[in-house]
């Protein structure tokens, strides 16, 4: 399947696919089957828009703004309901690995 193509493309230019594990020339993309031409696509593909970093400062910024250092109330209630009671051996509480 040979189309037209452009006076730009004509010249030699190489890319190296690592999904279809070889080096093809540019101007093959024209003739290459739709399967291997989406994963040749899928590969060189980026993302050209200001919102995303935008979108990553403000997440982050949320995260940072809302951190809290130290062990947090949250963290503490949970540490809590971990303790197991010990029945049987009258040694009270073991507590993360040791015994109280």
Known sequence: M???IPPQEQNRKWFRSHLLNRELELQELYDLPQGEL?????ET???HSPQIPQHFTREM???WN????GITAHIQRNLE???IPMRGWGR???EMGKVA
């Open 38 to 42: 989406d994963l040749v696509m899928a």
């Open 2 to 4: 040979s189309r037209d």
């Open 81 to 83: 309901h971990r303790k």
């Open 66 to 69: 809302s951190a809290e250092p």
């Open 45 to 47: 593909a980026e993302i």
């Open 61 to 63: 910024d949320l995260l």
């Open 92 to 94: 009270g509480v073991l």
